[in-house]
C-alpha cells in the first residue's frame, strides 16, 4: 500500500515545492521592484528573481530561506539557547506531553465510568458529546493568565488547555470501543458468568483498543495545538507558539515559517510514533494491519 | 434489609448540618456570621433532607415518584442554599455546616438523577422527557455547585467569578457582544467555512478523475488533518490585515483538508454492485456521479462539515489573538483577560460555546434532512 | 454420448429460433500476481430467444464471469461473443438487457419506486413514462402498493423483487440473473421462483440464470449449462421440455429427478476431473 503511494506523494510533493518558490517570486516582486526603483537601479528578470529569494524580510520566503533558518536554529545553534529552535520545541513539547498523558488517564477513566454507569452516562454524555461542538481553545489564555494569577506558571498552565482538549475525543470513541463486542459475545461472557471486571478485562478493553488507537492520534495533534496556543498570552517567552508571536510582532517572515515547520514536524513525528505503537498493540493482539 | 446509601448519606448529612455551625467568624466582629435558626427557609430545608432521607433509607426508593420527591427536596434545598448565601451574608464565610449541607444535596441531587435515569417506559413521550431531564438537572447541579463553591469559599472574582455574574454580565452587554459576533461568526466565520468547504469540495471531484493525484494526495490530506495549522494565522494576518479576510483565509485553510480527504474517501464509497449496476445502464460519467457516487458520499461530506463547523470557529478566534480591528470574539478575550475582567472573558466563552452548537446542530439537522436514509439515522443501541 | 459429443453436438445445432446470445470458443484468463488464471477457456454456447438458461456449478466455475462477460462487466480475452448480433459493448449502450445482481443493490436514499425508475432516468425517458412503467414493473413482481417506501422498510425477498422490477422496467427482452435468490430462505426462494417462472411464460423474455442449486435450475431452466472450475467450462448442456407453466409439482416427477441426476452426475465428473 505504501510504496503505491511513495512515488504520487513524492511528485505532490515536489509540485507544491515548485509552487512555493514561483509563489515566493510572484508574492516578493513588487516590493523588490519597489526597491529597485527607489534605488533607481536597473534590473533583469534573472536578477529580479535571484532577489526575491534572498530578501530578509519577505512576504512569502523561499523555502531554502526556511531550510537555511532551521538548520542553524536546530544544528547550530546551542540546544540551551534561547535562539535554538530545539529548545523552544522542548517548552512546547513537554507541555504537549503532560497534557496529552493526563487527558488520556482522564478520558479513558470518565468513559469506563460512562459504560458502566447508567446514571453517568445520561448525565455526562450528551454534555460530553456538545462540548466536542464548543470552540475549547477561547479559553486558553483565560486558564494561563488564571493559573498565572494564582502563581501556578510555566509547564502546567499549557498542559491543563492540553489535557481539557484531548480527553474529549479520547472519551467518546472509548466510549465507543467499550461498548464495540457485540451482543453475542457479552452473552458468551455472560454464560462463564463473569464479572463486570472480567468482562471489562477480557472483551470490553481489547475491544477498544483500534477506538483507542484512533483517538490518540487526534488527541496527541490537538494537544500539541492547545500547548502552542497556551504560548500566546503569555507574550512570547518560550516555545513555538511565542516565536510564532515573536516573529509576528516583528514582522520575521522566515521565524514565524521555520517555526510552523517545526511544529509541523513535532506533530508529524508523535503521530507517527503513536502509529508505530499502535501497529505493534494490535499486531500483538492479532489485528490484521 | 438493605439501607438506600445515597439517602443515608443525605440525611446524616443534612442532620449535622443542624449540630455544626453554619458559617465562620466575621473578621471584624469576631462573631459567626449567621444562624441556622435565623433562617427559616434554611431550616426547614435542612429538616426536610432529613426526614425524606431517613424516610427513603427505611422505604427505600421504589418508583419515578420518589425520585421526583428526592429531586424536589434537593431542588428546594438548593434554593434555600442560594438565598443563605447571599441574602443572609454567608457568601465568603461558609462554615461547616453549610458545605455538610451541600453534601446532603449532592447525594439527594444525584440520587434522584439515578432513578430518572434508570426510567424506562414503553411511552416515547414519557421516555423522552425523562431523557431530557437528566442532563439537564446534572448541567443545573454543575452550575450550582460552581456557585456555590465560588461563593462559599469567597474565591475572588478575577480568578473565577460565579455564573450568576457571567450571566448578568452577558445579558448587560448584548451590544458589544452582538458586533463581535457579527465581526468573528458572520463575516470571518461563515464566508471562510463556506469558500474552504466549497473549493475542497470542487477540488475533490476534479482530483477524483486522476488517480494519480488522488494516491498523492490522500496520505498527505490526512496527514495535514495532524498538524497544528493554526500557526499559519500569523502569517494570514500579515498577508491580508487585521480584519475578517485574514480569519476568513486561516478558515478556508483549516477546513480544505478535512472536506478533501472527506469527500474523495466518500466518491469511492459507492459499492462494486451498485457501480456494475450503472455499468449495465451505460450510465456517463456525470450520470454515475450524480446518481450514485455523490448521494453515497454526502455522510463523508457532512461528517467533514459537522467537523470544519467547530474548526472554523476556532480558527477565527485564535487568528484573532494575532490582531484584529478593536472589535470581534476572540479580540474580547485577549484584551479583557488582559484587564482581568475574566467575567466578560466568559460571557464571551459562553457566546461562543452558543455559536459553536448552534452551528454544528443546524449542519447535523441539515445532515438528518438530507441522509435519512443512511441506517446511522436508523439503528438503535442494543 | 461422451460429454465431448454432446458440447459438440450443442455446438453444431442448427439455429432454428433466433439467436440471442451466440458465444464461439470464448476465452477469459485473468492475470495476477501468482500467475494467470483461467476464469473461462473454450466456451461455445448458443442463447436462443425465449429461452430460460441456468448456469450451474461449484463455484468458481466461471459462471458469473460468463454472466459478466455477456454483460460486458468483463472482456473476454478470447474468442467471439454476440448479443443481438452485436458485441457486448454495443449491446450494454443499447440497454439490451436487465442485470439482477446477487445482492438487492438498490440505492437507500431512494424509494421503492425511484429506484426502478433508475435505469428510465438514466435513458431520459419522461416523467410520466417512468412512473407509468415503474407501476407496471412493480405489478409484475407484486410490489404495487410499496413505492413509497425505502429499501430498509422491506424484507430481503422483496428488496430483491424490487430488484427485479427495476432490471424488468425498461423492458429488454434479455434478463441476466446472478444468483438473485441465492441470499434467501427456501420458502421466499421457492415462491420467487414461481412468481419468476410466471414473469417468463407471460412476457417471452429470454433469461440467463446462475445458480449453485441443483433443483431450482432443473425447475426453471429450458437449458441448463453445467459448468466446472479451473479452468472454467462447459462440460455438459441439458435441454428439458417442461411446459412453460410448470408448477412446483414437476419436482416430484421421474422426468425432473432424472434431470437433476444428469446435473449432479455433470458436476461429479467436472469435478473429478479437476482432482
Given at each position: ?41 536597473t534590473?533583469?528578470?534573472s536578477?529580479?528573481i535571484e ?11 523561499a ?12 544544528f ?28 488520556t ?43 498565572g494569577?494564582?502563581?501556578?506558571k ?13 480527553f ?23 454464560t ?7 468482562t471489562?478485562?477480557?472483551l ?10 484512533a483517538?490518540l ?6 494537544s500539541l ?6 504560548e ?14 515573536a ?27 503513536v ?13 490484521k494491519? | ?6 439517602c ?19 473578621a471584624d ?9 435565623d ?7 435542612m429538616?426536610?433532607?432529613v ?23 434537593g ?7 442560594i ?20 453534601i446532603?444535596?449532592?447525594?439527594f ?10 426510567y424506562r ?62 465581526q468573528?461568526?458572520?463575516k470571518?466565520?461563515?464566508?471562510g ?13 476534479a ?19 495532524a ?12 498577508w ?6 485574514s ?5 478556508v485553510?483549516?477546513t480544505?483538508?478535512?472536506m ?8 469511492n464509497?459507492?459499492?462494486k ?5 450503472m455499468?449495465?445502464?451505460a ?6 456521479l ?19 463547523s ?12 494575532f ?9 474580547r ?11 466578560m472573558?466568559w460571557?464571551?466563552i ?29 439503528v438503535?443501541?442494543? | ?28 484468463t ?22 430460460f ?21 468483463e ?5 467471439d461473443?454476440?448479443?443481438?448480433g ?9 440497454r ?14 431512494r424509494s ?6 433508475l ?36 424484507s ?13 422496467s425498461?423492458?429488454?427482452?434479455l ?12 420458502i ?6 414461481e ?27 429450458s ?8 479452468p ?13 407453466d ?5 419436482r416430484?416427477?421421474?422426468?425432473f ?11 461429479r ?7
Open positions: 500500500m505504501m510504496s503505491g503511494q511513495a512515488g504520487p506523494v513524492t511528485v505532490v510533493l515536489i509540485a507544491l515545492l515548485v509552487l512555493w518558490y514561483v509563489g515566493a517570486v510572484f508574492m516578493n516582486a513588487p516590493t523588490q521592484i519597489d526597491r529597485y526603483n527607489r534605488a533607481d537601479q534590473w533583469t528578470t536578477k529580479l532577489d526575491t529569494l534572498a530578501q530578509e524580510r519577505p512576504i512569502l520566503p523555502p531554502h530561506q526556511v531550510a537555511q533558518e532551521m538548520y542553524k536554529t536546530i547550530a545553534t546551542k540546544i540551551t539557547s534561547k535562539r535554538s529552535l530545539v529548545y523552544h520545541s522542548w517548552v512546547t513539547l513537554s507541555s504537549t506531553l503532560l497534557g496529552f498523558a493526563s487527558g488517564l482522564l478520558g479513558i477513566i470518565l468513559a469506563v465510568g460512562i459504560v458502566h454507569v447508567t446514571t453517568l452516562e445520561k448525565s455526562l454524555m450528551p454534555w460530553v458529546i456538545s462540548s466536542q461542538t464548543i470552540p475549547i481553545l477561547a479559553i486558553a489564555p483565560m486558564i494561563i493568565v488564571v493559573l494569577a494564582i502563581g501556578i510555566g509547564v502546567i498552565p499549557k498542559a491543563v488547555i492540553s489535557t481539557y482538549l484531548c474529549f475525543p479520547i472519551t467518546i470513541s472509548m466510549v465507543k470501543g467499550l461498548r464495540s463486542p457485540q451482543v453475542i459475545q457479552l452473552d458468551l461472557m455472560r462463564y458468568n463473569a464479572s463486570k471486571w472480567q471489562f478485562w477480557q470490553r478493553l481489547p475491544s477498544a483498543m483500534p477506538y483507542l488507537f483517538s492520534k487526534v488527541a496527541i495533534a490537538i495545538v492547545g500547548a502552542i496556543v497556551g500566546l498570552p503569555t507574550g512570547a517567552q518560550a516555545g513555538l507558539g511565542a516565536r510564532l508571536l516573529g509576528s510582532y516583528y514582522g520575521q517572515t522566515i521565524q514565524i515559517w521555520s517555526a510552523l515547520l517545526t511544529a509541523a514536524f513535532v506533530a508529524a513525528i508523535m503521530v507517527v510514533i502509529g508505530w505503537f499502535e501497529r505493534r498493540v494490535l499486531a500483538r493482539m492479532g489485528v494491519a | 434489609m438493605k439501607l438506600d446509601k445515597f443515608l448519606v443525605g440525611a446524616i448529612a443534612a442532620l449535622l448540618a443542624l449540630i455544626f455551625p453554619l458559617a465562620g467568624m466575621d466582629t469576631g462573631k459567626q456570621v449567621a444562624f441556622v435558626g433562617i427559616p427557609g434554611l431550616a426547614i430545608a429538616a426536610l433532607c426526614i425524606a432521607g431517613a424516610a427513603f433509607t427505611w422505604l427505600g426508593v421504589r418508583s419515578i415518584y420518589s425520585g421526583i420527591v428526592i429531586l424536589a427536596v431542588v428546594f434545598g438548593c434554593w434555600q442554599a438565598v443563605t448565601l447571599y441574602d443572609y451574608g454567608v457568601a465568603g464565610y461558609a462554615g461547616t455546616g453549610f458545605w455538610l449541607f451541600i446532603s444535596l449532592w447525594a441531587v444525584w440520587r434522584g438523577i439515578d432513578v430518572v435515569a434508570n417506559s414503553l411511552e416515547k413521550a414519557k421516555q423522552q422527557v425523562a431523557n431530557i431531564i437528566v442532563p439537564v438537572a446534572f448541567g443545573m447541579w454543575l452550575l450550582f455547585a460552581w456557585e456555590v463553591l465560588v461563593a462559599g469559599f469567597g474565591v475572588p472574582q478575577v480568578l473565577l467569578p460565579p455564573p450568576s455574574m457571567i450571566g448578568v454580565r452577558f445579558v448587560t452587554s448584548t451590544d458589544m457582544m452582538a458586533a463581535d459576533f457579527y468573528t461568526f458572520v470571518a466565520v461563515l464566508s467555512y463556506v469558500m474552504g468547504c466549497g473549493s475542497a469540495f470542487i477540488v475533490a471531484i482530483v477524483d478523475r486522476v488517480p494519480f493525484l488522488k494516491r498523492g494526495l490522500l496520505p498527505l490530506g490526512n496527514m495535514v488533518s498538524l497544528p495549522i493554526i500557526g499559519v494565522a500569523p502569517i494570514m494576518v500579515m491580508f490585515g487585521f480584519d475578517w479576510q480569519k476568513a483565509a486561516v478558515i485553510i483549516m480544505f483538508f478535512p478533501l480527504v472527506n469527500t474523495v474517501t466518500g466518491l464509497a459507492a459499492g454492485l451498485e457501480k456494475d449496476l455499468a449495465t445502464y450510465s456517463g460519467y456525470w450520470s454515475t450524480f446518481r450514485l457516487r455523490l448521494p453515497a458520499a454526502m455522510p463523508f461530506v457532512f461528517n467533514a462539515l459537522k467537523i470544519n467547530t474548526l472554523a470557529l476556532i480558527g477565527a478566534i485564535v487568528a484573532e489573538f490582531g484584529t480591528p478593536i472589535v470581534g470574539m476572540g479580540f478575550i485577549s484584551t479583557e483577560v488582559g484587564r482581568m475582567n475574566i467575567d472573558v460571557a464571551e459562553a457566546l461562543a460555546a452558543l455559536a459553536g452548537t448552534a452551528f454544528y446542530g443546524a449542519v447535523a439537522y441539515i445532515e438528518r434532512k438530507a441522509t435519512s436514509w443512511h441506517p446511522s439515522f436508523r438503535r443501541r442494543h | 454420448m461422451t460429454l465431448k459429443e454432446v458440447v459438440n453436438n450443442v455446438a453444431e445445432m442448427p439455429a432454428s429460433k433466433n439467436a440471442v446470445v451466440d458465444i464461439k470458443n470464448l476465452s477469459l485473468f492475470q495476477t500476481a501468482d500467475g494467470p488464471v483461467y476464469a473461462l477457456s473454450e466456451v461455445d454456447l448458443t442463447i436462443d430467444e425465449g429461452d438458461v441456468s448456469f450451474i456449478g461449484p463455484s468458481g466455475c466461471g459462471k458469473t464471469t460468463l454472466l459478466r462477460v455477456i454483460a460486458d462487466l472482456k473476454a480475452t478470447g474468442g461473443i454476440s448479443i443481438n452485436v458485441s457486448p459493448e454495443q449491446a450494454r449502450e443499447n439490451a438487457y436487465g442485470y439482477v445482481f446477487q445482492a438487492p443493490a438498490l440505492l437507500p436514499w421503492i419506486e425511484r429506484n426502478v425508475t435505469p428510465l432516468e438514466i435513458m431520459e425517458l419522461s416523467k410520466e413514462e417512468r412512473i407509468k412503467r415503474a407501476h407496471d414493473a412493480l405489478k409484475l413482481v407484486e410490489l404495487n402498493g410499496f413505492e413509497k417506501k425505502f429499501p430498509w422498510q422491506l430481503g425477498g422483496m428488496q430483491q423483487r424490487a430488484s427485479i422490477a427495476r432490471a424488468l425498461f423492458d429488454a427482452d434478463l441476466l440473473m446472478d444468483e438473485p435468490f441465492g441470499a434467501l430462505d427456501e421466499v426462494r421457492d415462491h420467487l421462483n412468481q419468476l417462472l410466471k414473469l417468463w411464460a407471460r412476457t417471452n423474455k429470454t433469461v440467463a440464470f446462475v445458480t449453485h442449486s441443483i433443483p431450482e435450475a432443473v425447475y426453471l431452466s437449458k441448463i449449462v453445467v459448468m466446472s472450475p479451473r472454467g467450462r462447459i462440460i455438459d448442456v441439458i435441454e428439458t421440455d417442461f411446459p412453460k410448470r408448477t412446483l409439482d414437476i416430484e416427477t421421474p422426468e429427478l432424472e434431470i437433476a441426476h444428469r446435473v449432479r452426475e455433470g458436476l465428473a467436472g469435478h473429478s476431473n479437476d482432482e
